[in-house]
Structure formats: C-alpha cells, structure tokens
C-alpha cells in the first residue's frame, strides 16, 4: 500500500470481523483437525484490517454494532473504530483434545483451550467510541499515541480464559511364585487461567456515561491515564483455578 493510505469502511448498518464461517468476505476461518485419538480446533486464517503505508488512516463506522472477534488491526498512523450501538472487541476459542487408550484400565485423556481476542496496533492515535457498550475480552489495544475509548453507557474490559485438564489412569498386575499384586493409580488436574485485556498508549482516556468495570486487565500509559465512569467505577481480579487429586492403591492376593 503506498503511502499515506487510507482505509474506510463506513456507513453500514453492522460491521463484523471474525474468524467464521469461511464463506464471509474478510473474515478468518477456523479449522477442526480429527485423529483416532484426538482432535484440535484452531485458527487457520485470521481476520485483519492493515494500513502499512507512512502516516496511513482506518476509518471503520458502523450505525449499529462493530464486531471484532479474534480479529486483528495495524495502521502505521491514527485509527478509529466507531459504532453507533456497540463496539465488540471478542475472542475466538482454540482446543486440543486427546485421548490414548492402552486397554480398559489403563488410559490417559488431556484437553486444552484458550481464548483469543482481538489485537489492534496504531502508530498514532488511537479512538474506540460507541454510543451505547464497548465490551472487549483477552483483547490486545495498542496505540504508540493517544488512546481514547469512549461509550454513551458502559465499558467492561475482561479477562479470557485458558484451560487444562488431564486424567490418568492405570493398573498393573504382578505375579510372583505364591502371590500377586495389582497397583492401582488415578491422577487427575484442572487448571484455569485468566488471558488479560491490556490497553496502552503514550496517553490514555476511559471513559464510560455508565459503568466502567475492568476485570484482570490492564491500562497502562506512558504518561497521563484517566479512568472516568458516570456512575460505578470498578476494577476487579480475574480468577483462576488449579485442582489436583491423586489416587494409589496397592492389593495384595494369595
């Protein structure tokens, strides 16, 4: 793109960006691989807007909703997603599952996932505005500028999650001259972990007509930053789990 490019995309009723279904124009699509022990769902092309030309703009305004979902935004100048109802940075889950079976008793089963969210870059500054919500989760917002996210009623800017779970089990019988002996072992894990929003920019304005809640996310700026809610200012933890169990037994017949 040469330089000092321009992207509009204005005017529309909706404005969506996501990873499905395959068929919609600009969207990524995600991809589910099946084996005899196992499967796995990820992203196979991602959905991006990008301006790499010198001092390049993104204009993207949508009357009613704008929708990112795992979507991804870099312009070497300002940028600016505006929505006239609400403004959705979402996420797209990956997972992995699988399972290996020795026999009955013996066997092993894992699975995984994790959310991922929107990742938006500009060189100059930035602007996320919509008239009613702008909610976004595990979202990645960057501006080398000024970041500016407004809403007329409420920010919620959230955490996604990660997840990981294992069960194993296995019994093995020995015999000896005059006796045997049958151990027996069960091993279970559950893990869940919390992927943060995190907000940056040289400056950095929020600011809600409502309600402005950040859960295990982060805004950082490198000079001032203001958080302003017309009612209810929360900042809040994400939470996360971790549960294991062990199970050893030991027989002994004859």
Known sequence: ?????????????????MPVPESARRRGKCRRLRRSQ??????????GLYVTGEGGRLLASAGGDLTLNAAQIVTAGDTAL????????????????NRVVWDSKNWRSDAGSAEVGTAI????????QAGHDVNA??????AGQGLTVLAGNDIRLAAGEATLSLDEAHRHKSKGTFSSTTRITR???EQTTAIASSLGGETVLIQA?????????NAVADADIALIAGRDLTLEAATETYTETHFKDKKKSG
Do not use: F, P
Request: glycine share 8%; aromatic share 2%; hydrophobic share 40%.
């Open 187 to 189: 091993d279970t894990l």
């Open 1 to 17: 793109m040469n330089a000092a490019a321009h992207v509009l995309v204005y005017n529309v009723s909706h404005c969506c960006l």
């Open 137 to 142: 989760r595990a979202a990645q917002v960057e």
């Open 209 to 217: 007509g409502r309600d402005l809640t950040l859960t295990g996310s």
């Open 38 to 47: 196992g499967s796995r769902t990820n992203i196979e092309r991602i959905a």
């Open 82 to 97: 505006l929505a006239g109802h609400d403004l959705k940075l979402g996420t797209v889950t990956e997972r992995l599952d």
């Open 121 to 128: 870059q500009s060189q100059g500054d930035l602007v996320l």
